[in-house]
């Protein structure tokens, strides 16, 4: 699809005309002690927009993009072994409640990385910095860490390399606790963190020799911010982004949170919800037929074994593809392309995930025979290979690429002008590994960016922020909650 013709039933992100001043009221309203913007264009000193306070740089280079107009400008650090990149402030660390906010940017995969540190030098500390761990299939929420030392290790779910996160640590003294909150959104349970009692001589270090990326925006308060002052400034960012078309809310394999995927009962929740794009997986039995699925046996969501290459598909449509889910769906069927298409018709676009080649005849086939809109159709291969071996059968069908990561390692002009070529009007990309220079790039060649498989609200929350056009997700009804929340005035 192109940016200009999106699904009429995607949410829209209204985002209100208002000043950079948005950004700031917010902040103020909760009396920091201490605010840093890092907007310096030159010299050595950070100054605090709050109080006298001044900060001094040290190998940072200011004057950095930031996540949002209203953000103004960002400091970059990019340390070298001889030469750590920081930032020093005489800011002491609060001895009560307190709240910590600042906007990140990373960009390194080093093993431990400082953030902010409060420390007098030889005695205790209290340290925030972000640890790397390899992606976890099984695991999808947290692949890095953030890990706030006070003593004993606490640690909370938090942002991918490549994008902006908002990242706000809260203090309860009375009950001992710290809670996260990123992108707006509560990030995990209060954890039990006891703090030190750091003299009053402790400062605050901005960096250190490993952390790579942009740090924007730090603010500490006296208080335990609440939740809805977090969300109050995280929406006050966004609303100062340019106005929005429509985030379109993909039902990954239907209902998926809720139903048995890729089954006709899941596309009935998925739409019944308003849901206006419904992603389905398609493969080929034995004897032809397109079937969805999303494995290539039947093992993990039916009541047998095997490959469905070596399946009829009469013999799959007997197996119970409910029951794995939940008893109460018992009797779901492995259903064909042509059982989906009246779910859909007029209701949902339906994004079809190509996991078998060579479908092209096949589907237009499909078309001819069901009269289903071409234009609510989203081809969905996984390689330019099958993009151009489906144009030569569909060749006026909407198509995107699929890919788990950026699918080439150098994204130019012409990369763009290839894929248009081919036929691709955008992406669907693993949100964990998605840049956000990759959205605006292809936004600046008039291509859409989807992102998936994304679920838990800061991830939501980012991938907004992030400007992605799509969001495919296992529970669309919240995400659409969700996005519709944010653009409210």
């Given at each position: ?85 920081n930032i020093d402030i005489p800011v002491p660390l609060p001895a009560g409640d307190f709240t910590i906010e600042w906007w990140q940017l990373d960009e390194s995969t080093a093993a431990n990385r400082p953030i902010l540190t409060w420390s007098d030098g030889d005695g205790p500390s209290f340290e925030i910095s972000v640890r790397d761990e390899p992606p976890d299939p099984k695991n ?350």
């Amino acid at each position: 699809m192109s940016r200009c013709s999106r699904p009429l039933l995607a949410v829209t992100l209204l985002v209100p005309s208002v000043a950079a001043a948005a950004w700031s009221d917010a902040v103020l309203a909760d009396r920091p002690v201490a605010w840093f913007r890092f907007e310096e264009d030159r010299g050595d000193i950070a100054k605090s927009a709050v109080g006298q306070v001044e900060g001094r740089y040290r190998n940072v280079v200011p004057a950095q993009t930031s996540a949002a107009p209203a953000l103004g400008r960002a400091s970059a650090f990019s340390p070298k072994p001889s030469q750590p990149a920081n930032i020093d402030i005489p800011v002491p660390l609060p001895a009560g409640d307190f709240t910590i906010e600042w906007w990140q940017l990373d960009e390194s995969t080093a093993a431990n990385r400082p953030i902010l540190t409060w420390s007098d030098g030889d005695g205790p500390s209290f340290e925030i910095s972000v640890r790397d761990e390899p992606p976890d299939p099984k695991n999808r929420k947290k692949p890095i860490f953030a890990h706030c030392h006070a003593g004993a290790s606490r640690s909370a779910s938090f942002a991918y390399c490549g994008k902006w996160f908002h990242i706000v640590l809260v203090r309860n003294a009375a009950n001992g606790t710290i809670q996260w909150f990123i992108n707006g959104q509560i990030d995990g349970k209060p954890t039990k963190a006891a703090t030190p009692a750091l003299p009053r001589s402790a400062k605050l270090r901005v960096g250190g020799e490993a952390f790579r990326g942009a740090l924007d925006e730090l603010a500490v308060y006296e208080t335990a911010l609440a939740a809805d002052r977090v969300l109050a400034h995280y929406r006050a960012a966004l609303s100062s982004l340019p106005d929005r078309e429509k985030i379109v809310t993909v039902g990954h394999r239907g209902n998926n949170q809720f139903a048995p995927e890729n089954t006709r009962i899941s596309y009935v929740q998925a739409v019944d919800s308003g849901t206006p794009v419904v992603e389905m997986d398609l493969r080929l039995t034995s004897d032809g037929e397109i079937i969805l699925m999303h494995d290539d046996t039947v093992n993990r969501t039916t009541n047998a074994r095997g490959k469905i290459a070596q399946f009829t598909a009469e013999q799959i449509q007997k197996l119970d593809a409910g029951s794995w889910k939940d008893p109460k769906y018992r009797g779901e069927s492995v259903p064909r392309l042509e059982q989906i298409t009246d779910v859909c018709r007029g209701k949902a676009i339906m994004m079809l995930d190509l996991k078998a080649t060579g479908l092209g005849e096949k589907l237009a086939q499909w078309l001819s025979t069901t009269k289903f809109p071409k234009d609510k159709v989203i081809l969905a291969p996984w390689t330019d290979e099958e993009g151009e071996a489906l144009r030569r059968h569909l060749p006026d069908l909407p198509m995107i690429r699929l890919s788990g990561k950026v699918p080439v390692e150098t994204v130019d002009d012409a990369y763009f002008t290839k894929m248009k070529a081919i036929g691709f009007s955008g992406f669907s990309i693993d949100w964990r590994f998605l840049p956000q220079s990759f959205v605006e790039a292809a936004h600046r060649h008039g291509m859409n960016v989807y992102t998936w498989t994304v679920n838990a609200p800061p991830e939501v929350s980012g991938a907004v922020l992030a400007g992605v056009d799509g969001i495919v997700t296992d529970d669309p009804a919240a995400v659409m909650r969700l996005v519709s929340s944010l653009a409210a005035k």
